[in-house]
């Protein structure tokens, strides 16, 4: 059987189909503002093109960019009320209080604190007061609010507060849609609460964007499974995608560094997404991206997911040349207008893809408006590029060794075959690694609960759980010599008696066949 | 160098640079203080800071801030005025108004909490500190290897419980008695001001100094917070180009 993968992204839709480990054919073609028509348009073109029969897909993978862009756009984000458990702690610092004041507007800014939440130890804070509660939901209804955000002091250490105060709430407002933050995040509060609202506020425009995905494949002539990557690479079903649209926002990078690295083989290097505008690196580490170790911003909104480490520039094929004294690239950039605005096109305005094929790297369009800024002038810009990429890679290198730069995207033409003294490896497909990663996403496996160590070891208690996500990563289509761990974390409980611990851990494998 | 007086939002973002880079690794984020300080400013008070060769003779000087485990104070934030009333019990047990706050480490999370108490008592807080950076205990400060004696001081949590410590056998103990990692808020001790003064003199003036820092690091901010400032500009490319 073979698989499709497909990125949509904010300018294009990619689709490509692999056979097995093989990359078949690769397509592009612009995202459309319903989406739904332009991942038709790419399925029916790569399926045309490959000469593939429908009914020979086995799985269909999306990587998307969507969501984070309504957060970014501030667009289409539902009205959202927050709750949080937590009084009389906490009260100085009300849900929302660090976002933008753009985008609190547009999910709101409802807020509620009531009692609750634990101590680090489990004990409460103070206990949950039900009519409180009941009140609160009355005035939630008032306003005619029907997605919750409930977050609660250390519930990442004891969730039941929170899933208490859901069912109070629920009773009065039963047509409601509840997000938990502990079901969302790690340790602090201001952080998990920001991804618990921001996941509430999605859950409408995720519900309708699945089902667009559904009719997508249905339209192309498709029945089979479809998968939508998440922020580790791995592979989400349509209804946790539903309950979970957060988990898709680091998504784009992961993909793009990972097609990266399958297309080219390589498991250690940096990887240099350059686009139509910017320009990504980050790094890859055994054939996984390096995760950024502090808090991430997502549109101005402090989150602390694990994601990718990326590093971003202004710089892209598109980026505006000022080719007279003093010489500036970027920030701006014509964008997709390069085909009527960029000089090799017959446009007016000097871009970075212009100076490339000006000094001979590529060859698209007329290479003689470009020409006409003198030699000199043109390797003065390019040394201005080269020193932008130099600088970002530099940044986000992390090995001494002299590591390949993988280079992508369909702005990669501006480097040539070394990056400082690094080597360059361009990928025969750079255009559709995304849509390669996402193709390639992985099967996992993950336990979360909580283990007593009063009998056993910890490391003995943390090999269970690695049998058990490897299990049922086996029976969800994973490859079993394939399975490794990708993540591992366990909290010890000193609240409960028997030496508790919580252990979460996730494995993940290559999808068979 | 120039000498801070007042703190507004600007300064605020400068501070929490340097007193991360003077946390030095350690004394958790002042992030969250940061936040509390600048709402403050947005409720209208105001975070006066005064040189300490302008407080008079006899001022009473406090110095004050949080302990316990950093990892704590992300989850479980403060009410908000637990160091307030800490400071009042203070006033009372000493039968005297307090004049300024001072940090006992510049470095970390306890880099606000001084701002933060002084701007709701209304009183300035010291541009100084008693250790030039953030450390493990309080009997490290400047002022304690002088002898100075942590006693009275007094402790109040977010639920309204205070405690305030006639005496104590040393600064080893009285860090101890919140036993376990709560996060309760200390109000540590009077601190006269020529005692202030003689020992506290090679730090000064720390909050000046964690400012220019900041700047100086947010100039070279390429180097600092490097995740989240990374991580925005990629997301934010659609709305502003950085």
Request: proline share 9%; hydrophobic share 40%; glycine share 8%.
């Given at each position: 059987m073979y698989r499709i993968g497909i990125d949509v992204g904010g300018t294009n839709t990619d689709a490509v189909v692999m056979d097995g480990n093989k990359l078949v054919l690769g397509v592009k073609s612009p995202t459309t503002e319903d989406v739904t028509s332009g991942i038709v348009a790419s399925l029916s073109q790569v399926l045309k093109e490959s000469e593939i029969g429908a009914d020979q897909i086995g799985a269909v993978m999306i990587g998307t960019t969507h969501f984070t862009n309504a957060v970014v756009e501030r667009r289409r984000l539902s009205k959202t009320a927050a709750v949080r458990?937590?009084?009389?702690?906490?009260?100085?610092?009300?849900?929302m209080v660090d976002w933008p004041d753009d985008i609190r507007d547009t999910v709101g800014g409802h807020y509620w604190m009531a009692k609750g939440g634990n101590e680090f130890d489990g004990r409460e804070i103070s206990s949950i007061d039900e009519d409180e509660l009941r009140g609160i939901a009355d005035e939630i209804g008032k306003k005619g609010i029907d997605t919750i955000a409930i977050s609660s002091i250390f519930s990442p250490v004891n969730g039941e507060m929170e899933q208490k105060a859901r069912a109070v709430l629920a009773e009065r407002l039963p047509d409601a849609n509840f997000t938990l933050s502990s079901e969302i995040g790690r340790l602090g509060i201001l952080e998990r609460e920001n991804a618990a609202i921001m996941n509430a506020s999605l859950r409408r425009l995720s519900a309708e964007t699945v089902e667009a995905f559904g009719k997508a494949l249905q339209s192309a002539g498709l029945n089979c499974p479809c998968f939508i990557t998440q922020n580790d690479g791995t592979l989400m079903g349509s209804e946790f995608v539903k309950a979970y649209p957060v988990l898709t926002f680091a998504s784009g990078p992961t993909n793009s560094m990972r097609g990266a690295s399958f297309l080219t083989g390589e498991q250690d290097a940096v990887v240099v997404d350059i686009g139509g505008t910017s320009t990504d690196v980050g790094s890859i580490i055994k054939g996984f991206p390096r995760q950024a170790s502090t808090s991430v911003d997502i549109g101005g909104v402090r989150t602390n997911f694990r994601m990718p480490d990326v590093f971003s520039i202004a710089l892209g094929g598109g980026s505006i040349v000022e080719p007279d004294d003093p010489i500036r690239v970027g920030p701006k950039s014509v964008g997709y207008k390069i085909h009527t605005e960029g000089l090799l096109f017959g446009g007016r305005t000097p871009t970075t893809?212009?100076?490339?094929?000006?000094l001979g790297f590529a060859e698209i369009g007329d290479a003689e408006p470009a020409r006409k800024l003198g030699s000199e002038r043109l390797g003065a810009i390019c040394e201005i590029i080269d020193e932008m990429v130099v600088n970002a890679v530099e940044r986000m290198r992390v090995s001494p060794e002299k590591i390949p730069v993988l280079a992508v995207g369909g702005g990669s033409i501006l480097v040539r075959d070394k990056v400082g003294e690094l080597p360059v490896v361009k990928p025969e497909n750079f255009a559709v690694a995304n849509a390669v990663g996402a193709a390639i996403?992985?099967?996992?496996?993950?336990?979360?609960?909580i283990f007593s160590l009063e009998k056993t070891s910890r490391d003995e208690a943390l090999e269970s759980a690695r049998k058990e996500a490897t299990e049922k990563a086996i029976s969800a289509g994973a490859k079993p010599d394939s399975i490794e761990i990708l993540d591992q974390e366990d909290v010890p409980l000193a609240y409960l008696p028997g030496n508790a611990t919580r252990i979460r851990l996730k494995v993940v494998g290559d999808l068979d066949g | 160098m120039d000498s801070l007086r007042q703190v507004g939002e600007p300064e605020l973002e400068a501070i929490e640079v340097g007193a991360g880079i003077l946390g030095t690794g350690g004394g958790g984020n002042p992030y969250i203080g940061k936040l509390r300080c600048r709402e403050e400013l947005r409720r209208?008070?105001?975070?006066?800071?005064?040189?300490?060769?302008e407080l008079d003779d006899d001022a009473l000087v406090v110095s004050l801030g949080g302990i316990g485990a950093p990892v704590v104070g992300v989850e479980k934030i403060e009410q908000g005025e637990e160091c307030l009333?800490?400071?009042?019990?203070?006033?009372q047990e000493l039968g005297q108004k307090i004049d300024a706050t001072i940090s006992s480490e510049i470095g970390g999370a306890n880099s606000m909490e001084p701002m933060l108490t002084a701007a709701q008592a209304g009183i300035p807080v010291v541009d100084g500190d008693g250790m030039g950076r953030a450390f493990p205990e309080m009997q490290m400060c400047t002022w304690s290897i002088y002898g100075h004696k942590s006693s009275p001081s007094a402790m109040a949590d977010e639920k309204g419980n205070i405690v305030v410590?006639?005496?104590?056998a040393s600064e080893v103990w009285l860090e101890s008695w919140p036993a376990r990692p709560l996060s309760p808020w200390v109000q540590l001790p009077e601190s006269r001001l020529r005692r202030c003064e003689e020992n506290s003199s090679r730090n000064l003036p720390c909050r000046t100094r964690s400012r220019r820092l900041g700047r100086w690091a947010r100039r070279f901010s390429t180097l600092m917070n490097s995740t989240a400032i990374r991580s925005r500009r990629y997301l934010n490319m659609k709305t502003a180009v950085c």
């Open positions: 458990l937590c009084l009389p702690a906490a009260e100085c610092l009300p849900p893809t212009d100076v490339a094929v000006g996403g992985q099967i996992s496996g993950e336990v979360d609960r | 209208g008070r105001r975070i006066d800071v005064i040189p300490l060769q009333r800490a400071l009042q019990a203070l006033e410590f006639r005496n104590t």
